[in-house]
Each structure stands twice: as structure tokens, then as C-alpha cells.
T-cell receptor, first 113, second 111 residues
Framework: DQQVKQNSPSLSVQEGRISILNCDYTNSMFDYFLWYKKYPAEGPTFLISISSIKDKNEDGRFTVFLNKSAKHLSLHIVPSQPGDSAVYFCAASLMNTGNQFYFGTGTSLTVIP | NAGVTQTPKFRVLKTGQSMTLLCAQDMNHEYMYWYRQDPGMGLRLIHYSVGEGTTAKGEVPDGYNVSRLKKQNFLLGLESAAPSQTSVYFC??????????FGPGTRLTVT
């Protein structure tokens, strides 16, 4: 059973606008969350992370929000740029279990110039 | 620094054949992982290792074996390939306390 879910397979946004990618998880014990970005024919690359003791983490144009009571996290990209077009995976882990990450199915973001 | 490298990049196997995928990292990471990516399924953990000489099963270990004889290398073996193992395989490494670095992937087709 999928422990991390990304219910939107795709998202299209105009350049300069905000992109919001969503992710839900079922295991309340997860204590560390990540977003990865993946271009075709390449491996995923780390984008941003958040620990369960925080509800927000910001890095430049990227902000991740965590709502533990709702078991929900989101990635905001502002402003969106055409180079942001990629597949975004969220992932969750239990830090005391060998750093195993459980991944969502991914959301394909297209930023339209 | 090459980061995480994977060999080969592409492979086509016939059902029943065997092969080994090699992952190498030059970051002195303790933890290494093998994932597979299938359409609509995201990335699923096959096996992982928390140090040289140790391995453990992930979410989808059946049909695969692994070995970590050297800290920098993590091998994934398919003893008798099946069409269901057609996938893109990613190796990753991490320090165990932070996020992981992924390799570029190996695209495997089993006919």
C-alpha cells in the first residue's frame, strides 16, 4: 500500500506564477520529508527537505510546508520558470530505520513560457 | 567527484538470463540503496545497505540479490530475469542522516 501519495500526476502553470505541488502520507511516524526533482533520462536530484519539528522551510524560490495533523506537505515554487519543468517526487522517511525513503508517484510540472 | 555512477546505462535481457548492475560512489557514504521506477508507481526500494558487508530488504526485494563487499560499491543481481523486472533502476547513497544522491539510472528491458 502506498504510504506516500501524490494525487496529481501533472500540473501546468504559466511562467512567473506560483506552482503548488501536493503530497499526502499515511504513516504518522515519518519524521523527515524531501522533495526531489527529476529530468528525463537523469537520476532524481535533491531539492529541499523538512524535518517534522518544523512546519516550513524555505530555499530561494522553493518553500516546503508541512501540516502534520493533516499528514500533508506541499512544495511552492515562486516564481515558476520554464527550467522548473520536470517530475517532482516527494519522499518521507523514518530517520532511525537506515534512512529508507518512501516515494510518491511523482507530479509532472510544465511551466509554460 | 563523480558522485554516484551506474553501469551499464542500458541492457536488454531475455527471460531467464542473469545480470549484475554495478553502483559506485566516491563520497564515502555509509548507506547505499537500489530503487526501481515504474510508470505510476514512483520509486520503490529494492534493497539497501547501511555499511560494508551488510544488506537488508526493502519494499520489493523478490527476484533480486545484492552485495556490498566494498564500501564504495553496491551490486544488484538478477539471477533469472523476468519481464516484470523491466524497469529503470536507480542507485543512491547517503550519509544516513540526510538526503541521498542518486545515480543516472539503468534502463533494463526483459523480453
Amino acid at each position: 500500500d502506498q504510504q506516500v501519495k501524490q494525487n496529481s500526476p501533472s500540473l501546468s502553470v504559466q511562467e512567473g506564477r506560483i506552482s503548488i505541488l501536493n503530497c499526502d502520507y499515511t504513516n504518522s511516524m515519518f519524521d523527515y520529508f524531501l522533495w526531489y526533482k527529476k529530468y528525463p533520462a537523469e537520476g532524481p536530484t535533491f531539492l529541499i527537505s523538512i524535518s517534522s519539528i518544523k512546519d516550513k522551510n524555505e530555499d530561494g524560490r522553493f518553500t516546503v510546508f508541512l501540516n502534520k495533523s493533516a499528514k500533508h506537505l506541499s512544495l511552492h515554487i515562486v516564481p515558476s520558470q520554464p527550467g522548473d519543468s520536470a517530475v517532482y517526487f516527494c519522499a518521507a522517511s523514518l530517520m532511525n530505520t537506515g534512512n529508507q525513503f518512501y516515494f510518491g508517484t511523482g507530479t509532472s510540472l510544465t511551466v509554460i513560457p | 567527484n563523480a558522485g554516484v555512477t551506474q553501469t551499464p546505462k542500458f541492457r536488454v535481457l531475455k527471460t531467464g538470463q542473469s545480470m549484475t548492475l554495478l553502483c559506485a560512489q566516491d563520497m564515502n557514504h555509509e548507506y547505499m540503496y537500489w530503487y526501481r521506477q515504474d510508470p505510476g508507481m514512483g520509486l520503490r526500494l529494492i534493497h539497501y545497505s547501511v555499511g560494508e558487508g551488510t544488506t537488508a530488504k526493502g519494499e520489493v526485494p523478490d527476484g533480486y540479490n545484492v552485495s556490498r563487499l566494498k564500501k564504495q560499491n553496491f551490486l544488484l543481481g538478477l539471477e533469472s530475469a523476468a519481464p516484470s523486472q523491466t524497469s529503470v533502476y536507480f542507485c543512491a547513497s547517503s550519509t544516513g542522516t540526510a538526503w541521498g544522491y542518486f545515480g543516472p539510472g539503468t534502463r533494463l528491458t526483459v523480453t
